[in-house]
């Protein structure tokens, strides 16, 4: 197996091919804090300083500080007219950060929480699935069983009361489907999104090899993930760190649904009335370049009436929930989400869909702070609606 | 901490955090896109002794009230995107980051004309004017990056200046803090042009109002040259068509377009055209006649299918120094009939080792970007004889009747060079009006002394340094 110090990449030597041609200043914090220390470039900037001796001293607050202000959306990298490997670049100096006792205590409390109880929210194992109960679904025979796809439900769903609807839902859309599919219950550990996103790849490797262990013993060749972050822990770091072993097949939900609707394991049946608008998560948008299967599903919604946002696929904006900001500063995430939240007012939309929990829970949020009437939703949950029989 | 104790309480008084003067903020705020060798800190004390994060007009009325009791040289910054260090500071001082600035869109469509804040990136500018129907007119080729206060104060040009013209000619009303604390609001054509390339050296602009077009559709072809000579009479003859915006390139700037990406141009002098087409009868036309135009006169037609896609490339000229550490660049504007000299005469410069881009900027002026670029970091000594010989050959453009791009901190003392003698003496005694301590960015337009040699300019230093090193 590879080890995750294969991830590395030499960040002084991608701080100097910077041409500091400011296109990274499309950050979304960079331009609620405006301070150049908080541009990419300013951050690349002090990179340079934080291994030139006459400064490092001087140099490791500021620089720590702008890293953990950072929601890791990838648009910088992916404005980058030389093309450089930003994000990794954030990921190693947050790994600096880690190694140098820079981490903020509540950075630190999530970390031990994952590394304790293998969830971000510290709770015990046995209440992975107590979302079931609270839906009315019985799992019992789908818990560790053998089957070739597992639904990876994620600590989000399965642990915040407001989420449980995207688990409940998606597993109805699998029943519906008659896929054959298997959940791991309490051997369900967090896929190491936070971790990973974190720096911490020592113990992002560990969750990962359990996961991996897990899926294998039960013949799992297909792993369906209703979590951006999940999806692309699966997708892009797991090949990564476990190397050729990893040789199960990732699918975002979006993607299933939309091969099942084709093959017509499922059937799209009720009109959803209102005007639906897509917000593009960022880890799956710009991470993993998946934008067209969830605009594929809506559009089979019947009489669908949609509309794009006026920043959409890869230059979506970022809701302001991802990197751990929410964590590091709340209100910094607040102040970004404002942007994307007057997006959506400007599509008129009755519905705003997204495929990540962290982005419905943070639009949640704004759209609430704002007092406007706007729904927030999975996308599992709108398929669930039109697909159910009306009664 | 470089500032007086007084004047230190006095900034932390006004502006709490959003005055910060750490080392690192000041290192942050002593650079734009040129990193400066070690060696010019002989000439130019480019850090600042703080900076000031502006959130509303107010602070810089604040920020010249101190600044002024203080004798403080207030420097203005927004995107730091250009390389002639208009918003370097000269002889320190307290620099002013306009980002933070309250953003403002006021659209009127009955003027077709749109008021925006300084600091608005001209890619968040099009995209809000896109989502009402609208476009800017012309825009810089930094599109991502540059602000409308940071292209105006430059009097910057660009994409679609050719059919529309530059700054000054899209800005109909500015509001300026002035030096002395006032807020104004000039909308006359002869304060204007002031303003317009006086690199914040008469006062801040925070607002400004610009002519904004309906958003028609582009559509391009692309023709190639065999020689500069050729180019120019292809150039000329395009002149007819109604064209929204001409882009050229050297030889060497097509080979290095080809080698970074999947195109295969011919590596010749290339042009690529865009009009704006409003229906499909309105394309065929343009078509037949760039042909015909093309046909006439010494070029050749490129098929369409080399030129895929190629207008995306249009902003993103730095993406083909991918894997550079070290690069240079100038950028100049040249009269029509002499660029064909003036091209032949920095690839000789250079030894064919030069890439060439330019823009038509307007029917008899083409504005000109080259650079080198080193694959490794090179020494401080190395990067200041570079720079010096990019300094020569810029300064060679005045021969063929061209200029500097724009004046900063570097071609301070071209100001006479590219607006003449009376607006040269107009700015001077509108200068010495409102600001008499000099405080509003020093060391820019108008050649600043030397601090190790006061007798001498550093125009003067640069041109004689140029000779000897260059």
Known sequence: ?391 | MTLKTRARSKFSRAFGNNFQDTLIIRLLYSRDIVALPSITKLVVSNIPDGVVLIKEIDDIVKVFQIANDEKIPVIPRLGGTSGFGGCLPYKKGVVIDLKGLKQEFLIDPGDLSVTVSSPYVFSDLQRSLNMQGFSLCSYPSSLYSGTIGGWFAQDGSGIGALKYGGSLDQVKEIEVVLPTGEIKNFSDEDKLSLFAGSQGTLGIITKLKLSVKFNTPLSYKACTYDSAKDLVVGLKSLNNLDIFSIWVMNPKQVALLNSTSDYALPERYLVIVSKEVNYKEEESEFYANFNQTIRENKGQILDDRYIKDIWKHRFRTFSLLKNTKTFLFGEAIIPIDKSDQYIKKIETFFNNQIQIEGTMISPEKLSLLYFVKEKDEISDIKTAMLFMKFYKIMKKVVKYKGHPYTTGLWFSGYYKHIYGNEQLLSYKAYKKSIDPKKICNPGKVISPRLKIFPLMKLKTALKLASEVIG
């Open chain 1, 1 to 391: 197996m590879n080890s995750a110090h294969l991830l590395k990449v030499d960040i002084l030597e991608i701080a100097q091919k910077c041409v500091y041609c400011g296109y990274c200043s499309v950050c979304p914090t960079f331009k609620e804090l405006n301070w150049e220390s908080n541009h990419p470039r300013g951050i690349l900037e002090q990179v340079k300083m934080y291994f030139n001796e006459k400064y490092t001293k001087d140099v490791s607050k500021s620089l720590f500080d702008a890293i953990f202000s950072c929601t890791m959306c990838k648009a910088c990298e992916n404005i980058c007219i030389v093309d450089l490997p930003l994000l990794q670049v954030w990921e190693q100096i947050r790994q600096e950060a880690f190694r140098r006792g820079r981490w903020s205590s509540d950075l630190l409390s999530i970390y031990d929480k994952v590394k304790a109880t293998h969830n971000i929210f510290g709770l015990p194992h046995n209440d992975r699935l107590d979302w079931a109960e609270l839906c009315g679904i019985n799992l019992s025979r789908r818990i560790k069983r053998k089957a070739p796809v597992a639904f990876f439900i994620g600590c989000q769903a399965s642990y915040s009361g407001k989420m449980a609807g995207i688990a409940e839902s998606m597993v109805k859309i699998l029943r519906k489907a008659r896929v054959n599919f298997t959940v791991l219950g309490d051997e369900e550990w967090c896929c190491g999104a936070p971790i990973f996103l974190g720096g911490g790849y020592t113990v992002g490797t560990s969750l990962a090899k359990h996961n991996y262990e897990e899926l294998k013993k039960l013949g799992v060749k297909k792993i369906v993930s209703t979590c951006a972050g999940c999806y692309r822990s699966f997708k892009i770091v797991y090949p990564k760190i476990l190397g050729d072993d990893w040789d199960i097949e990732v699918v975002h939900a979006s993607e299933l649904i939309d091969e099942l609707v084709d093959k017509k394991k499922i059937k799209l049946l009720n009109t959803i009335d209102e005007k639906i608008t897509y917000k593009d998560p960022c880890e799956l948008v710009r991470h993993c370049g998946l934008s067209e299967a969830p605009r594929s599903i809506i559009k089979k919604f019947p009489n669908v009436r949609y509309e794009e946002l006026p920043s959409n696929r890869e230059e979506a904006l970022c809701c302001g929930g991802g990197g751990l900001l929410k964590i590091n500063n709340p209100k910094l995430v607040s102040e970004v989400n404002t942007k994307l939240v007057s997006e959506i007012e400007y599509t008129e939309a009755d519905i705003v869909v997204s495929c990540c929990p962290l982005c419905v829970d943070t639009i949640q949020q704004g759209v609430k702070e704002k007092k406007l009437g706007i729904k927030v939703l999975d996308l599992v949950e709108l398929v669930k609606m039109s697909m159910e029989v009306k009664k």
